[in-house]
């Protein structure tokens, strides 16, 4: 092998990013941000912004057919998908889907997708407008691209957080990874046992089976800041942890964060799989991801304020100085760096 070969694996996926974004390319003067938010942006008038977002779903990869009914996985890229763009504060308007199918597939899976996306699409209002259908020789892959629009006024970045803002997020988290934890060891179940008869009995795990399978995006938080003329100075969805989503939150604004672990919403249903799973529900909510809950900073003032009129979130810190860094309090009392968190 040359030495000149150097893995993916050496270097991780955001280095790789910075190194294929880091060319000479040409510049729209149109495009507001391009790579490095949760959507693209790009001018259309004097009053309103474009916004432009894409996601991949690699079969084996991002979902296991076994566990995963289509319906629910059409429904689950397309909540995904418009999550990106209420991280921007925007509306979502359109989706493009792009397909490639093994021939192993039938016609009945591909139409249990799109009735996932179609419902989807009700439920956000988001018209499917066309896209791409072409075989592929081994694993479904599925693409979406969502376009929508935001209000030059209310359009909300990653950076934009002042030092001092409260550090809010709404819903619960840790819930989706508590939900895998169950599919997976139900499935090992079912493989070891090799019987197709037996079905595995999720009646007690329905909460945290549909936080995985069919999250929901949080267009209740984006509608209520819409009517009651608040505006986040940052946003972010949670897709990749806390611990993930809360650095680029401040690495956007150069700052840093001060968290309370007390304070992560958890629900009773998440904690209750961690016991029987003998893990630390903790590790679930900052690291889990794909709960699709919005984590947003507003100035403590506006915070006071905007919980009048929206209760479903909980303020979990605050934004600080760079220099004091990113640390966490725990329920103990004691402050760990995020560096010693993973």
């Given at each position: 092998?040359?030495?000149?070969?150097?893995?993916?694996?050496s270097i991780g996926s955001k280095a790789l990013l910075e190194k294929i974004t880091n060319f000479e390319s040409y510049k729209n003067e149109n495009v507001i941000q391009s790579i490095g938010d949760d959507a693209a942006v790009i001018k259309e008038s004097d009053d309103s912004l474009t916004l432009l977002t894409s996601d991949t779903y690699v079969e084996g990869v991002d979902f296991d057919p076994t566990y995963t009914p289509f319906h629910h996985l059409g429904y689950k890229i397309v909540s995904a998908g418009v999550s990106d763009i209420y991280a921007m504060n925007g509306n979502p308007e359109a989706v493009l889907i792009n397909l490639a199918?093994?021939?192993r597939m039938s016609v009945q899976m591909i139409e249990d997708i799109y009735k996932g996306i179609y419902a989807a699409g009700k439920s956000y209002s988001v018209e499917v407008v066309g896209g791409d259908l072409k075989a592929n020789h081994a694993n479904l892959v599925v693409s979406i691209s969502v376009y929508g629009r935001a209000d030059k006024d209310a359009i909300t970045y990653r950076k934009g957080a002042?030092?001092?803002?409260?550090?809010?997020?709404?819903?619960?988290?840790?819930?989706?990874l508590a939900g895998l934890r169950i599919l997976m060891r139900e499935k090992k179940f079912w493989e070891e046992h090799g019987d197709e008869s037996v079905q595995?009995?999720?009646g007690d795990y329905q909460f945290v089976v549909k936080?995985?399978?069919?999250?929901?995006?949080?267009?209740?938080?984006?509608?209520?800041?819409k009517e009651h003329d608040m505006v986040p100075t940052s946003m972010i969805d949670v897709t990749k942890g806390l611990v993930s989503e809360i650095s680029a939150l401040s690495d956007a604004s150069e700052l840093g964060a001060y968290i309370y672990q007390a304070a992560l919403p958890i629900a009773i249903e998440t904690r209750q799989v961690a016991d029987e799973m003998q893990e630390d529900v903790d590790r679930y909510a900052l690291f889990g991801g794909e709960d699709l809950e919005l984590m947003f900073t507003l100035p403590e003032k506006k915070v006071e304020e905007f919980v009048n009129h929206f209760n479903d979130f909980v303020v979990i810190g605050r934004m600080v100085s760079r220099e004091e860094g990113m640390k966490m309090q725990t329920g103990e009392g004691d402050v760990v760096s995020f560096d010693d968190l993973s």
């Open positions: 092998m040359s030495e000149s070969f150097q893995t993916i694996q199918v093994p021939n002042t030092e001092g803002d409260a550090i809010c997020l709404t819903g619960d988290v840790g819930g989706a595995p009995e999720l936080r995985q399978l069919v999250p929901e995006a949080r267009k209740d938080l984006i509608e209520s800041l």
